[in-house]
């Protein structure tokens, strides 16, 4: 429930941000309700810990430790290897993008290729802006909402189902990423298949580095990049 909330909000956020950018469209347009949802996502959990911790100071506690091993987990407090980790997303966001750049040119792919509501919102911007439009949309929420799970799979079987840990990290990196591609079917089969082989990507670095962040920056630095051509 935290991290539906954590979701939410980021998605809010960088919706909000990308759609004030100039010359550009709003094609996923951020509703200002979703504040005021993820904070009551909040007070719905509170009110369920309230009869069992029976002390609002022990449900704040509760919220407060959840939250915190929710950033760990996630890795999204790291203090070490920063620029190591920026250095690897970027790295994989070109490797997405060439992956990507290939499914499409696959004639079966290449014959339903079509301009969707992103190009669309993007087609009077300066490609730099553009590029800063795509990666702001999606980059962040998406990771949280696709690759969030994963990182949870691979620190719960790590702890309590250790001789499983890889094949349930690889099922939950394979799961993840075909519901990522199935996401985009409805804007074609070649943005499906290209999302569902990037999701792999995002989601083996996001398990390589025990990070969100570098799949984060892999996926908005593939999103720039594809907002510039």
């Known amino acids: 429930m935290l991290g ?16 004030s950018l100039p010359a550009v469209g709003a094609f996923d347009v951020a509703s200002p309700r979703a504040p005021i949802a993820a904070a009551l996502v909040v007070v719905i959990v509170a009110t369920v810990l309230l009869p069992v911790l029976g002390e609002p100071r022990l449900v704040a506690a509760e919220l407060r430790a959840g939250g915190t091993r929710l950033v760990r ?12 980790l920026g250095l690897v997303g970027v790295g994989a966001g070109v490797v997405a993008l060439l992956v990507a750049g290939a499914l499409i040119r696959v004639p079966v792919l290449a014959e339903t290729n079509v301009v969707d509501a992103r190009d669309t ?8 802006v553009a590029g800063m439009y795509l990666a702001l949309h999606g980059a ?3 990771e949280l909402f696709y690759r969030g799970p994963v990182l949870v799979v691979a620190w719960v079987t790590a702890r309590a189902r250790p ?3 890889w094949p349930l990290t690889i099922g939950a ?28 990507i995002f989601g083996a670095v996001a398990v390589a580095r025990r990070s969100l962040w570098p799949a984060m920056l892999a996926h908005g630095t593939m999103n720039f990049l594809i907002g510039l051509m």
């Open 163 to 165: 001789t499983v840990r």
């Open 73 to 84: 987990v996630l890795g999204l407090a790291p203090r070490t290897g920063l620029v190591r």
């Open 140 to 142: 962040v929420w998406e």
């Open 173 to 200: 990196i394979l799961l993840s990423s075909a519901l990522f591609g199935a996401a985009h079917l409805s804007w074609s089969l070649a943005n499906a298949v290209t999302a569902a082989a990037t999701g792999v």
């Open 121 to 128: 919102a993007i087609s009077g911007a300066h490609p730099v």
């Open 4 to 19: 539906f909330s954590l979701t939410l909000t980021a998605w809010w956020a960088t919706s909000t941000a990308a759609n």
